[in-house]
């Protein structure tokens, strides 16, 4: 039973810093009017910022898959980094955390609150993750977590649900997997350097890849409230038809007001959410703010 946690507090507006993603349209106005997009450079890190009477609160969610890539992207945004107050790393995979170290040094550099800036890990880092085909095609490493360590903020290892920022923001923890089609990464494998050998690890318990469904669905155990927006990837991209219709019905069924799909959704479902769903997706693409 997840444990009862101290309730969000409604916002009155959120800014989302789109920093990178394998997308990118800057030219196509937004389709939704629920949605503002301020053109700028073409950079899935988010930093959202949650605006509540005259106090701001600022996060990051992800950092991209390279060091360098994360700060010429921060820089020509013109992002004032040391505003961050919480660093979260949804998961294990070098294309959320490549950037990661650069992140951690750029928001604690300068800061004049004299806070170390909070940096939310998944637990159970593994050596290496990669895909089995003949043979284990490896990924590259992850930072490791000394480096981690000493780029500047204080660490905390999440495995359950906990508020940060003043309640603005909540951080799931691990995921349960409920749907019987939102398998994880087929041929998901991660290396064991006590055995020497790769095993399998199709599911990866922390936020993203446990399936648009259950983590949508798992928010609602969290706080019953209506769904606005779900932003980010969907994991879509190299769905079988049969995971991409039942995921539009339960997505229906879900009734969130706004989807604003990017990275790894594919073109197959955010063309399905406009047949199935019209007026109710706003894309995102990097080096893009958006507000709601």
């Given at each position: 039973m997840t444990p009862?946690?101290?309730?969000?507090?409604?916002v009155d507006s959120?800014?989302?810093h789109v920093?990178?993603?394998d997308e990118i349209d800057q030219i196509s106005p937004s389709p939704n009017p629920r949605v503002q997009h301020a053109q700028s450079f073409a950079g899935v890190p988010l930093s959202p910022t949650a605006k509540k009477d005259d106090k701001s609160r600022t996060l990051l969610f992800?950092?991209?898959?390279e060091e360098d890539v994360f700060e010429k992207n921060v820089q020509r945004l013109k992002l004032p980094m040391t505003d961050i107050g919480t660093i979260v790393l949804s998961h294990w995979h070098r294309d959320h955390s490549g950037g990661l170290l650069s992140a951690i040094r750029l928001a604690s550099s300068g800061r004049s609150d004299g806070d170390q800036v909070i940096v939310a890990?998944?637990?159970?880092?593994?050596a290496f993750r990669g895909i089995m085909f003949d043979q284990p095609i490896s990924l590259e490493a992850d930072p490791a977590m000394d480096e981690v360590d000493s780029a500047g903020g204080k660490t905390v290892v999440l495995g359950e649900a906990?508020?940060?920022?003043?309640?603005?923001f909540l951080i799931s923890g691990e995921i349960p997997r409920h749907t019987d089609y939102e398998g994880g990464i087929p041929g998901g494998v991660r290396y064991d350097p006590v055995k020497n050998e790769w095993i399998k690890d199709e599911l990866i318990m922390e936020e993203r890849h446990a399936g648009l469904i259950n983590i949508a669905r798992h928010a609602k155990t969290i706080d019953d409230s209506p769904i606005y927006a779900i932003v980010g990837g969907y994991h879509l991209a190299d769905a079988s038809p049969d995971k991409i219709e039942q995921s539009m019905k339960d997505l229906k069924d879900l009734a969130p007001a706004l989807l604003m799909p990017g990275h790894c959704t594919g073109w197959r479902f955010k063309g399905l959410i406009e047949r199935e769903?019209?007026?109710q997706m706003a894309p995102i693409f990097g080096g893009t703010k958006y507000t709601l």
């Amino acid at each position: 039973m997840t444990p009862k946690l101290p309730s969000l507090i409604e916002v009155d507006s959120l800014d989302i810093h789109v920093l990178i993603n394998d997308e990118i349209d800057q030219i196509s106005p937004s389709p939704n009017p629920r949605v503002q997009h301020a053109q700028s450079f073409a950079g899935v890190p988010l930093s959202p910022t949650a605006k509540k009477d005259d106090k701001s609160r600022t996060l990051l969610f992800d950092a991209g898959p390279e060091e360098d890539v994360f700060e010429k992207n921060v820089q020509r945004l013109k992002l004032p980094m040391t505003d961050i107050g919480t660093i979260v790393l949804s998961h294990w995979h070098r294309d959320h955390s490549g950037g990661l170290l650069s992140a951690i040094r750029l928001a604690s550099s300068g800061r004049s609150d004299g806070d170390q800036v909070i940096v939310a890990l998944p637990p159970d880092k593994p050596a290496f993750r990669g895909i089995m085909f003949d043979q284990p095609i490896s990924l590259e490493a992850d930072p490791a977590m000394d480096e981690v360590d000493s780029a500047g903020g204080k660490t905390v290892v999440l495995g359950e649900a906990l508020t940060v920022l003043d309640d603005a923001f909540l951080i799931s923890g691990e995921i349960p997997r409920h749907t019987d089609y939102e398998g994880g990464i087929p041929g998901g494998v991660r290396y064991d350097p006590v055995k020497n050998e790769w095993i399998k690890d199709e599911l990866i318990m922390e936020e993203r890849h446990a399936g648009l469904i259950n983590i949508a669905r798992h928010a609602k155990t969290i706080d019953d409230s209506p769904i606005y927006a779900i932003v980010g990837g969907y994991h879509l991209a190299d769905a079988s038809p049969d995971k991409i219709e039942q995921s539009m019905k339960d997505l229906k069924d879900l009734a969130p007001a706004l989807l604003m799909p990017g990275h790894c959704t594919g073109w197959r479902f955010k063309g399905l959410i406009e047949r199935e769903m019209p007026g109710q997706m706003a894309p995102i693409f990097g080096g893009t703010k958006y507000t709601l």
